[in-house]
């Protein structure tokens, strides 16, 4: 069965520190990959993606991510968080390839100490 | 550029009722997707719409519904309201079909969601 994992419901870190979020998947073949964040009342914003090529992606906000397809994991990475960074973060697979559906983890929680 | 709306922004209902969210997706996006985000878990599939037709659907009983219209706006209903029924219902819209390539895989763009609650 398709599914996302991710090990840390919350998380907290000091502002300037660096952060790191865990994601691991089961799929048949290499998913599409997507970390989306979500502040309080705002909707659901796309990072980052991973579709092929190189396994370490850029994404918005300064935050990246590093696909191991050995590993089976796609974790986000940012070296010095802001206290804008305060929010939850889904890590998301592609799911079957005729519907576009998303399959998402259940999130982390992300606080960042001042 | 207008992004993808959602109305109400807040709905109560009752068990046993029936409910209607609505959705416009962004300017030139044809391509809607509906999800299910209960407390404190990930938003959970429940069925998309290309061209008007479902196109694929989640885990979800028949009394969840939808349809999408030709300007590529969309509605989810829901019959018979139970409790678990209670959570916020994302609705995305993305500019083409999706999954039906390994190029054609793009973004889906969220809306803020409806947060209904039934009592």
């Known amino acids: 069965a398709q599914s996302v994992t991710q090990p840390d419901i919350h998380i907290t870190v000091s502002e300037g520190a660096s952060l790191e979020l865990r994601c691991n998947y089961s799929?048949?073949?290499?998913?599409?990959l997507f970390w989306y964040v979500q502040s309080p009342g705002q909707g659901l914003q796309l990072l980052l993606k991973?579709?092929?090529?190189?396994?370490l992606v850029q994404g918005i906000k300064g935050f990246e991510a590093e696909f191991k397809r050995s590993q089976s994991s796609f974790n986000l990475r940012k070296p010095s968080v802001h206290w804008s960074d305060a929010a939850e973060y889904f890590c998301?697979?592609?799911?079957?390839?005729?519907?576009?559906?998303?399959?998402f983890g259940q999130g982390t929680t992300l606080q960042v100490k001042p | 550029e207008t992004g993808v709306t959602q109305s109400p922004t807040h709905l109560i209902k009752t068990r046993g009722q029936q409910v209607t969210l609505r959705c416009s997706s962004q300017?030139?996006?044809?391509?809607v997707s509906w999800y299910q985000q209960a407390l404190g878990q990930g938003p959970q599939f429940i069925f998309q719409?290309?061209?008007?037709?479902?196109?694929g659907r989640g885990n979800f009983p028949p009394r969840f519904s939808g349809l999408q219209f030709p300007n590529y706006s969309s509605e989810l209903n829901v019959n018979a309201l139970e409790l678990d029924d209670s959570a916020l219902y994302l609705c995305?819209?993305?500019?083409?079909?999706?999954?039906?390539?390994?190029?054609?895989?793009?973004?889906?763009?969220f809306g803020p969601g409806t947060r209904l609650t039934v009592l």
């Open positions: 995305a819209s993305s500019p083409q079909r999706t999954g039906s390539g390994t190029s054609s895989y793009n973004e889906q763009f």
């Open positions: 799929y048949g073949a290499t998913p599409y």
């Open positions: 991973y579709f092929s090529g190189d396994t």
């Open positions: 998301v697979i592609g799911g079957s390839s005729n519907t576009g559906k998303l399959i």
């Open positions: 300017s030139g996006h044809n391509t």
């Open positions: 719409y290309y061209r008007e037709e479902e196109n």
